[in-house]
T-cell receptor, first 115, second 114 residues
Framework: EPEVTQTPSHQVTQMGQEVILRCVPISNHLYFYWYRQILGQKVEFLVSFYNNEISEKSEIFDDQFSVERPDGSNFTLKIRSTKLEDSAMYFC?????????????FGEGSRLTVL | AQSVTQLGSHVSVSEGALVLLRCNYSSSVPPYLFWYVQYPNQGLQLLLKYTSAATLVKGINGFEAEFKKSETSFHLTKPSAHMSDAAEYFCAVSGDNAGNMLTFGGGTRLMVKP
């Protein structure tokens, strides 16, 4: 069964360092997302991406964050200068079509720890 | 704006007992509602969804949920818990535009005792 894959599964970094989290969405999907979950808190929407551009983003997704689809398969989330509060589990998701009823397929998550 | 409240961050049941996980929502538009499950060290997996068809929705692994507009609820139930049901369960509501942005509840960790 097709699945969304994420790497790394866990990354530890120093505050101020740049981090890139990688995702390979399901191959025929067209819409891509990043969500995050700070330990003990809700899963929160960060950004959605379609046709090589951001379609929606939340207040969390400030100038320190960027997303890219550098080739036909990868979808990346970059955090330019990490802060302690960026420590969280980051989930990538993809879906075939747009619309409020569509099922999002999630990866297993990348745990980011900022020291 | 959308919001989701899940009552009870932890629920413990005995194997074979009824599972009831509560979810209440707030939505500025007719809601589309989802339950996702997260097993240890895995991603979020869709259990079931309500998209304005039947109010009683059946999902995978014997779970079902009933949409009650008057109560703004979408509680998840399973008649008989199995040890393999131990996981974290998330209720979510879809955004008020065409995108698939989901607003999640805080999650409920289900523990099943033998």
């Amino acid at each position: 069964e097709p699945e969304v894959t994420q790497t790394p599964s866990h990354q530890v970094t120093q505050m101020g360092q740049e981090v890139i989290l990688r995702c390979v969405p399901i191959s025929n999907h067209l819409y891509f997302y990043w969500y995050r979950q700070i330990l003990g808190q809700k899963v929160e929407f960060l950004v959605s991406f379609y046709n090589n551009e951001i379609s929606e983003k939340s207040e969390i997704f400030d100038d320190q964050f960027s997303v890219e689809r550098p080739d036909g398969s990868n979808f990346t989330l970059k955090i330019r200068s990490t802060k302690l509060e960026d420590s969280a589990m980051y989930f990538c998701a993809s879906t075939l079509g747009q619309g409020r009823t569509g099922e999002l397929f999630f990866g297993e998550g990348s745990r980011l720890t900022v020291l | 704006a959308q919001s989701v409240t899940q009552l009870g961050s932890h629920v413990s049941v005995s194997e074979g007992a009824l599972v009831l996980l509560r979810c209440n929502y707030s939505s500025s538009v007719p809601p589309y509602l989802f339950w996702y499950v997260q097993y240890p060290n895995q991603g979020l997996q869709l259990l079931l969804k309500y998209t304005s068809a039947a109010t009683l929705v059946k999902g995978i692994n014997g779970f079902e949920a009933e949409f009650k507009k008057s109560e703004t609820s979408f509680h998840l139930t399973k008649p008989s818990a199995h040890m393999s049901d131990a996981a974290e369960y998330f209720c979510a509501v879809s955004g008020d535009n065409a995108g698939n942005m989901l607003t999640f509840g805080g999650g409920t960790r289900l523990m099943v005792k033998p």
